[in-house]
């Protein structure tokens, strides 16, 4: 029985790459160190795979920055822009894709499915002349050969990443891609003649984007361009891999019929209805490979029932032509649980990492095969057992104050128009008032005092005394700009969503837990493993603190429910929702505790609410059901007069823009400046927006200092199709990774805009 691993995190266990590359990019080191730290972490995988028995071992999933990126430089696809003239690609132009350099901007960045990994967006047009330009796939599969190890060579499929590119600029929105086959499929011939060549013997082709809501002419392509294939990929053994969700039956009608393929692997965690597509009907002599293990959490396989699942699938597919596998590439969970020594025992015990989850797909193999390691197995049904019965998990008050929200759908007794009239009375804000987003900048003392305090090197009374000069210099500051509604800048918290979980119950927290989010940047996501509930007040101390140091209105800064929840490894114990409604009520005590404090403005971001949306369009509805009714309950309970804020990162919103209406803050403000025009036309389009909402107007995540004119000229465009006492003037997002130098005159050059605005207003009337 074979045993397959789908992908594997190439950060490395310590993320080394994430070190190597940095000090690259810094000009620290060389091409050469950096290429010998990235040979070691594949080296170090292969053997590690190797020695664990898995018969398919993959290749070319390594990525100095991302897969998808390597398929454009294997292809040539590199824009003009970056003045590529043909050979080999190398590092300089790769990152320049990537990053940017000091005279073009990078290529765009999006989410790779519904995950929190980022992908580089191939920009193509009928223009691009597609050459063989990488040889990065046959030059690693040689590199494993000769460690001894054969692989299985991985290549974005060409359908997939057709449909993961947008059309360059200067080019047609409506550009039909897949036009774009015939130019690219002999590029791909060619890396296949060149693996066959090598000695591979087999060859995956990742087409994910199969479990998309696809049109009939998208699957058709895919049957074009496999016929198209068939010759060059005879004599390989070919496995088309998909993951991330069911196959719809069209789909899985198409993907089975496929010239030249040998095998199909399916995600059977995130889509167990495609179990029975299987079990309905099969091609004969085909080979099976089952996503059983999960590989985007971080919980230990269910041994017995992964088995009786494959056991099943035998039966259909026969014993010879099963192969367990892993549910997506391991790119999506943290690398080695060896490394956790700050965890304790209980809780280890539930848990796979990468490496750990490597060995529970041969373990599930030898099964099998009728070789079962009695003992794993019997430590894996004692770790799950565990689990269902510890106390830590179960929190009876919780259970039943969550059970008692069915029923109802938890909105403020008065609408918003009627809100914000209480409000402003109470407030007395001018028209188009500005604040920002929550947090200010993180300078190097600062980490360092909070470090030295974690480390209890510091007192908690010189930390309380160091955070509250912090606080005071952001306050005083944005009294000096002229600022109408007040942060206290956020200098206590790491993390957004680290910092509410290290004061509710129900978490837990890695050492080492990283996972690559895009490049080096990597994210450590908390651990949801119990039910979740509030111990005692979190924020209040340092809000009211704030606000006593001045008159204007101080805004309480937290993190929803949702994006909490989309920003951690979840429990699969239960439903998502489940354990969302239970993180509302948390936040919901704090809001309401916020509110006695005396703080009449209290935001609760949700960044990523769009983020968790599911792949499917027959599963949105649902999911955003239960998300805006999670965010509702978190403020149903407040007075009128106190003002809900909440921000959203820009994320196609526009499909999604009458659940953030029925979300029903007060005020929304939205990531926004890099995609201005798309936002706005949302409004053109007639929808009736009545609550606050602010549009961010210059983006924060470039260091360039936007001009009061620029300013302006934003807030008139908002101003044509949103009423002035509805509109807000604040940046993008929080200013944590900005310097004070960029800051200051930003935001003075924002307050300005604003007022230059007011008074035009004022004069016109």
């Given at each position: 029985m074979a045993s397959h691993i789908v992908g594997y995190p190439r950060m490395g266990p310590k993320r080394e790459l994430k070190f190597a590359l940095e000090s690259f990019w810094?000009?620290?080191?060389?091409?050469?160190?950096?290429?010998?730290?990235?040979?070691?972490?594949?080296?170090?995988?292969?053997?590690?795979?190797?020695?664990?028995?898995?018969?398919?071992?993959?290749?070319?999933?390594?990525?100095?920055?991302?897969?998808?990126?390597?398929?454009?430089?294997?292809?040539?696809?590199?824009?003009?822009?970056?003045?590529?003239?043909?050979?080999?690609?190398?590092?300089?132009?790769?990152?320049?894709?990537?990053?940017?350099?000091?005279?073009?901007?990078?290529?765009?960045?999006?989410?790779?499915?519904?995950?929190?990994?980022?992908?580089?967006?191939?920009?193509?047009?009928?223009?691009?002349?597609?050459?063989?330009?990488?040889?990065?796939?046959?030059?690693?599969?040689?590199?494993?050969?000769?460690?001894?190890v054969d692989t299985v060579p991985v290549l974005v499929g060409p359908v997939s990443y057709l449909l993961l590119s947008k059309a360059a600029k200067g080019v047609e929105k409506s550009f039909d891609l897949l036009s774009l086959l015939p130019k690219i499929l002999p590029v791909y011939k060619e890396v296949i003649t060149e693996l066959k060549a090598a000695g591979a013997t087999w060859i995956q082709l990742d087409e994910p984007v199969l479990v998309m809501d696809l049109e009939g002419h998208k699957l058709q392509a895919f049957t074009g361009a496999y016929a198209e294939l068939e010759s060059t990929l005879s004599g390989l053994n070919v496995l088309v891999e998909t993951y991330f969700a069911d196959i719809p039956a069209e789909a899985y009608k198409t993907l089975t019929s496929l010239k030249g393929v040998t095998a199909y692997g399916f995600d059977l965690v995130r889509g167990t209805k495609t179990l029975d597509l299987v079990k309905a009907g099969f091609p004969e002599g085909k080979y099976l490979f089952a996503g059983?293990?999960?590989?985007?959490?971080?919980?230990?396989?269910?041994?017995?029932?992964?088995?009786?699942?494959?056991?099943?699938?035998?039966?259909?597919?026969?014993?010879?032509?099963?192969?367990?596998?892993?549910?997506?590439?391991?790119?999506?969970?943290?690398?080695?649980?060896?490394?956790?020594?700050?965890?304790?025992?209980?809780?280890?015990?539930?848990?796979?990492?990468?490496?750990?989850?490597?060995?529970?797909?041969?373990?599930?193999?030898?099964a099998l095969a009728g070789n079962k390691d009695e003992a794993l197995f019997s430590a894996n049904a004692a770790a799950l057992a565990s689990r269902r019965s510890s106390p830590r998990v179960t929190n009876e008050g919780v259970q039943k104050a969550a059970a008692a929200l069915k029923g109802s759908d938890h909105r403020r007794a008065t609408n918003v128009s009627a809100r914000l009239d209480a409000q402003q009375k109470k407030l007395n804000l001018p028209i188009l008032p500005t604040t920002t987003i929550g947090s200010f900048p993180q300078t190097v003392e600062l980490r360092r005092v909070r470090r030295e305090y974690k480390a209890k090197k510091v007192s908690e009374e010189d930390y309380v005394k160091a955070m509250k000069e912090e606080i005071k210099k952001v306050v005083d500051l944005q009294e000096e700009l002229d600022i109408d509604v007040l942060v206290h800048g956020e200098p206590e918290r790491n993390d957004m969503v680290e910092y509410f979980g290290e004061q509710l119950s129900g978490f837990a927290f890695t050492a080492n837990g990283w996972v690559q989010s895009y490049g080096s940047r990597c994210v450590k996501p908390p651990v949801i493993f119990g039910d979740v509930s509030r111990p005692k007040a979190m924020t209040v101390f340092w809000s009211a603190m704030a606000q006593s140091m001045t008159s204007r209105p101080m805004k309480g800064m937290l993190t929803g429910p949702v994006?909490?929840?989309?920003?951690?490894?979840?429990?699969?114990?239960?439903?998502?929702?489940?354990?969302?409604?239970?993180?509302?009520?948390?936040?919901?005590?704090?809001?309401?505790?916020?509110?006695?404090?005396?703080?009449?403005?209290?935001?609760?971001?949700?960044?990523?609410?769009?983020?968790?949306?599911?792949?499917?369009?027959?599963?949105?509805?649902?999911?955003?059901?239960?998300?805006?009714?999670?965010?509702?309950?978190?403020?149903?309970?407040?007075?009128?007069?106190?003002?809900?804020?909440?921000?959203?990162?820009?994320?196609?919103?526009?499909?999604?823009?009458?659940?953030?209406?029925?979300?029903?803050?007060?005020?929304?403000?939205?990531?926004?400046?890099?995609?201005?025009?798309?936002?706005?036309?949302?409004?053109?389009?007639?929808?009736?927006?009545?609550?606050?909402?602010g549009p961010g107007v210059y983006d924060i995540h470039s260091p360039r200092i936007p001009s009061s004119e620029e300013i302006a000229d934003r807030v008139n465009k908002m101003l044509a199709v949103l009423e002035q006492n509805i509109l807000w003037v604040n940046p993008d997002c929080g200013l944590k990774t900005r310097k004070y130098t960029e800051v200051k005159p930003a935001l003075k050059n924002m307050v300005d805009a604003a007022k230059l605005i007011r008074s035009q207003l004022a004069s016109a009337k």
């Open positions: 810094d000009g620290k080191s060389t091409a050469e160190d950096l290429q010998k730290v990235s040979a070691d972490i594949r080296s170090g995988i292969w053997k590690q795979m190797s020695e664990a028995g898995t018969k398919y071992i993959p290749s070319n999933t390594f990525a100095h920055y991302d897969q998808v990126l390597d398929t454009t430089a294997m292809l040539g696809a590199v824009p003009p822009r970056y003045g590529y003239t043909g050979g080999e690609i190398g590092l300089d132009v790769y990152f320049s894709m990537a990053r940017g350099n000091a005279s073009v901007p990078a290529m765009e960045m999006t989410k790779w499915f519904d995950t929190n990994y980022h992908y580089i967006v191939p920009e193509l047009g009928p223009e691009v002349n597609f050459s063989y330009a990488s040889h990065k796939a046959v030059n690693e599969y040689k590199e494993a050969k000769a460690l001894g059983v293990v999960d590989g985007r959490n971080i919980w230990a396989n269910d041994f017995a029932a992964s088995l009786s699942t494959l056991e099943a699938l035998e039966g259909v597919v026969g014993k010879d032509k099963l192969v367990v596998s892993t549910s997506c590439s391991l790119l999506h969970t943290a690398v080695d649980l060896v490394n956790e020594t700050k965890l304790d025992d209980e809780i280890k015990s539930w848990m796979a990492f990468a490496a750990q989850k490597v060995v529970e797909v041969n373990a599930l193999a030898k994006t909490i929840l989309n920003w951690s490894f979840v429990r699969n114990d239960q439903p998502r929702h489940e354990t969302c409604y239970q993180i509302a009520l948390a936040i919901k005590d704090e809001v309401e505790d916020l509110e006695k404090g005396g703080i009449n403005v209290i935001q609760i971001d949700e960044a990523a609410l769009r983020e968790g949306l599911p792949l499917r369009k027959s599963e949105h509805a649902f999911y955003l059901d239960w998300a805006v009714h999670s965010f509702r309950i978190t403020n149903c309970g407040v007075q009128d007069t106190t003002q809900i804020h909440t921000h959203m990162c820009y994320s196609h919103f526009n499909d999604i823009i009458h659940s953030i209406i029925d979300m029903d803050a007060d005020v929304i403000t939205i990531e926004n400046s890099r995609s201005d025009e798309k936002l706005l036309s949302v409004f053109r389009e007639g929808v009736k927006y009545g609550a606050g909402i």
